[in-house]
């Protein structure tokens, strides 16, 4: 037999079961001529559980045990294997003598057991000398986890005044430590922070309120520290700690209260409705829903006037304006408000009531108001037919103010463009300016205004709806049909137009048309009208026999009135059309057909008729060829009749602004204003004339001096002009202005000097000073006894 051995230095006395295995191993041969009988070979292997406890701490290997073959003789000739889960990396094992040691760090919380194979074998030949066997090494479990809180740290809430032994919350620690062995993982809970408020049941740990009434408007936070211990909480148990903050979750323990027994507010009187006057706050000490109040106004002279509401927190209670304010009514007003919880919690009804009261005084502050009129709107009607100045409405506005300032009235612009009314500034008397005329205009919208005379600012208005009632003012008239046709086969009696009529009037009754031909027309033999009594008339024929050679139009007067008061009448004209038509009596042609030749022309009568239209054109033509002949005829006659004008040079600039001396440009336009400044000379200039005129003769001009002597002058060479064939065939365009009169030369003008030598004379051009020599010389050399020049 083999034993297995077991490490003799572990302290601790471990129980070994023992198993032999023993196999046997037959072996046979047969022979032809004998058998022989086979001898039993015994083999055994001894196995057991090995148990090693964890966390070994050694320097060496720790030795788990041996294993043993009953066929080793002890000579090394068996080779010892060892295989399975660490084999090798966790254990090995002396192939020599089969012990087996643990080389590395053992821990049962990360594998408690290890499955291992071994087998024995022929050193030199590897042959198994028995099968493969498989054993187990156990760890064994030391107390080496302390016990743990996954969850931590925790969040608790327990409702404040709660009862003591209220549950909060249960904790549970987790010991990593083999539970079945010894006491290792036998945790017990025990409380280090939070007492007297709170405990922990020892087994459960479940955690309590221990201490009643706590309050969270006292304190609303609390932070208490939970211990585990293992070992049953024996001295030398390992421990594990973790935190839990506990909120004291609100109740609605505490009433309302508001921090002021009275609000004074104010308002202005203009404050429209919804406006908000203020807002007041009944405190609760409380939180979240169990803060929530409700207002209203229980009492006051104001509770009519003033409204309450809660803002959208559910905290304050706005007050707002219910009804229009009037300083002048009434200047203050005073309001009792309750603010209530809206959640109230039965459990706590001792600690009520859950409501209080305040005192409101509202004061009125007074504005200065727009003028305000009796009534908010005016709704008139008035007939179109009312005279010009005729008094629509008086309207009345007042200064609400104690004032009381004096209002003038208007009317807005944009609401009467065209002016149809006029309103008194005093009065307020509105009238009309312009005729009415419902049929253009049947409703009219103002808008009056009225202004404070001390405040302008202050306007206030009103409108004023006007409507336009009807008068039958307007007659009736034919609606489309002014123009019919009658066929020249239509027979006496025949229909050939129905009429209708339009009136813009409206009569409440609705329109009543009477038709009729006027008085000239009848007894026309041709047409008659019949009236239908629906508003409605047939246009009948009296006759047959119609020919559009005979007349192709008639003209039928109807006379059409309509039933209202005064009655309105009108006279329309209808035009009739004599019409070819088939036998369906479809117009085919309203126009009366050319006359044919009669067939007694002769053709010698044509020829003549066109021979005479071929002389007209031929003078024609000769007639245009002249005039054509007569326009190509040179422009001039004699080249030597054509008149040059005098060619005056300076060569000298102007005399800067002397020049504005030299002579006043009105004299050229009105020479009758020039006046005689004869102290005034021109002594800054010296023209040089070069005079042509001297040497184109002149005709002379009979007549007086001065100004009719130029317009002889023209008027001779205007006719001189038209009586020559010679002369261009355009228009020409002369201007002959005034010259010279306004100077103490007079003019110098060659026009007036056609008679004798002896009306010129020169000799004052000596005085005029240096700039005039050379025109004295050109004159003043002249001999009185020479012959004139023209």
């Known amino acids: 037999n083999l034993n297995s051995q077991v490490n003799e230095d572990v302290p601790v006395i471990i129980p070994l079961l023992f198993v032999h295995v023993t196999h046997r191993l037959h072996q046979k041969e047969e022979n032809t001529e004998s058998s022989v009988l086979h001898q039993r070979v015994k083999r055994g292997w001894v196995w057991n559980q090995f148990f090693v406890l964890e966390e070994y701490t050694g320097l060496e290997p720790l030795y788990i045990g041996k294993l043993h073959s009953d066929m080793d003789k002890g000579d090394g000739s068996i080779r ?91 904790l549970t620690a987790t010991d990593a430590d ?20 709170f405990s922990v049941d020892a087994k459960t740990g479940v955690v309590r309120v221990s201490l009643a ?13 939970i211990q585990a211990k293992d070992m049953g909480g024996q001295l030398g148990g390992l421990a594990g700690t973790t935190t839990i903050n506990i909120t004291l979750s609100d109740v609605n323990d505490n009433p309302p209260m508001f921090d002021q ?11 429209p409705v919804g406006s908000v006057v203020g807002r007041i706050w009944a405190k609760d000490r409380d939180i979240g829903v169990n803060a929530e109040m409700t207002y209203s106004i229980v009492d006051g002279d104001g509770r009519d006037t003033f409204d309450i509401t809660t803002d959208p927190t559910n905290l304050f209670g706005i007050i707002i304006v219910k009804k229009p304010l009037n300083f002048e009514k009434k200047p203050s007003y005073t309001l009792k408000v309750e603010g209530a919880n809206t959640h ?29 009129f009796d009534l908010p709107a005016y709704y008139i009607e008035m007939p179109e037919d009312a005279e010009i100045g005729t008094v629509v409405k008086t309207v009345s506005a007042r200064d609400p103010d104690a004032a009381n300032n004096t209002v003038r009235y208007s009317i807005e612009r944009s609401c009467d463009p065209e002016k149809y009314f006029y309103i008194d500034i005093t009065s307020g008397s509105l009238m009309t300016v312009r005729s009415l005329d419902r049929e253009e205009i049947s409703w009219h919208n103002i808008t009056i205004l009225a202004m404070e005379m001390n405040n302008p600012t202050q306007i206030g208005s009103v409108s004023v709806a006007l409507k336009v009632l009807d008068v039958n003012d307007n007659p009736p008239s034919l609606t489309h049909y002014l123009e019919a046709y009658v066929c020249e086969n239509a027979k006496a009696g025949q229909r050939i137009q129905t009429i209708t009529a339009v009136d813009p009037d409206e009569p409440p009754g609705g329109q009543h048309f009477y038709y009729r031909l006027a008085p000239e027309a009848v007894n026309n033999p041709n047409f008659t009208l019949r009236d239908n009594q629906d508003n409605t008339a047939w246009i009948l024929t009296r006759r047959g026999g119609w020919s559009q050679q005979e007349q192709t139009i008639f003209y039928l007067p109807i006379i059409i009135s309509d039933g209202e008061q005064p009655v309105q009448t009108s006279t329309s004209t209808l035009t009739i059309r004599v019409c070819s038509c088939d036998h369906e009596g479809n117009v085919m042609s309203c126009n009366a057909e050319a006359y044919s030749l009669p067939a007694s022309l002769s053709r010698g009568a044509l020829i003549a008729i066109l021979a005479c239209i071929f002389v007209l054109l031929a003078v024609m033509i000769l007639l245009m060829l002249s005039l054509r002949t007569h326009r190509k005829k040179p422009y001039l006659c004699d080249e030597e009749e054509n008149v040059h004008e005098n060619i005056v040079r300076y060569d000298d600039e102007g005399g800067g602004e002397e020049d504005t001396e030299a002579f006043d440009i009105a004299a050229m336009w009105n020479p009758r204003e020039v006046h005689h400044h004869l102290g005034k000379m021109r002594q800054d200039m010296l023209p040089e004339i070069e005079s042509l005129s001297r040497y184109v003769p ?93």
């Not at 969040?155 to 003591?164: F, G």
């Not at 539970?179 to 945790?187: E, F, L």
């Open 80 to 170: 010892y294997i060892l295989t399975g889960e660490g084999a090798g990396t966790t254990f090995t094992i002396d192939d020599s003598t089969g012990d087996i040691h643990a080389i590395q760090r053992l821990d049962r919380e990360v594998k408690s057991q290890y499955v291992l194979r071994a087998q024995a074998r022929n050193r030199l030949t590897d042959r198994p000398l028995e099968p493969e066997s498989e054993f187990i090494v156990k760890i064994q479990d030391i107390n080496d986890n302390e016990p743990r809180f996954l969850d931590g740290p925790y969040q608790a809430a327990v409702p404040e005044m709660s009862k003591i032994g209220t549950s909060v919350i249960q």
């Open 178 to 197: 083999d539970p079945t062995y010894g006491n290792s993982a036998r945790v017990v809970y025990s409380i280090l922070e939070g007492q007297p408020y």
């Open 213 to 225: 009434d706590m309050d969270r408007e006292t304190r609303e936070n609390y932070t208490v520290v």
């Open 261 to 271: 027994r009275l609000y004074q507010m104010s308002v202005p009187e203009t404050a």
């Open 344 to 372: 109230v919690d039965p459990v706590f009804f001792k600690r009520g009531p859950f409501k209080d009261v305040t005192i409101v005084h509202v004061s009125v502050e007074d504005v200065d108001e727009p003028p305000v």
């Open 698 to 790: 002149q005709a002379c001009v009979v007549g007086g001096g001065g100004d009719s002597n130029v317009h002889g002058y023209v008027l001779a060479k205007l006719l001189e002009a038209d009586m020559d064939p010679c002369a261009p065939p355009y228009d020409s365009l002369q201007t002959y202005a005034y010259e010279g009169e306004g100077s103490v030369a007079e003019s110098l003008s060659s026009l007036q000097s056609g008679t004798s030598n002896n009306d010129h004379e020169y000799d004052y051009l000596n005085d005029w000073g240096p700039r005039f020599k050379k025109l004295a010389e050109m004159y003043g050399v002249l001999e009185t006894n020479s012959p004139p020049m023209w």
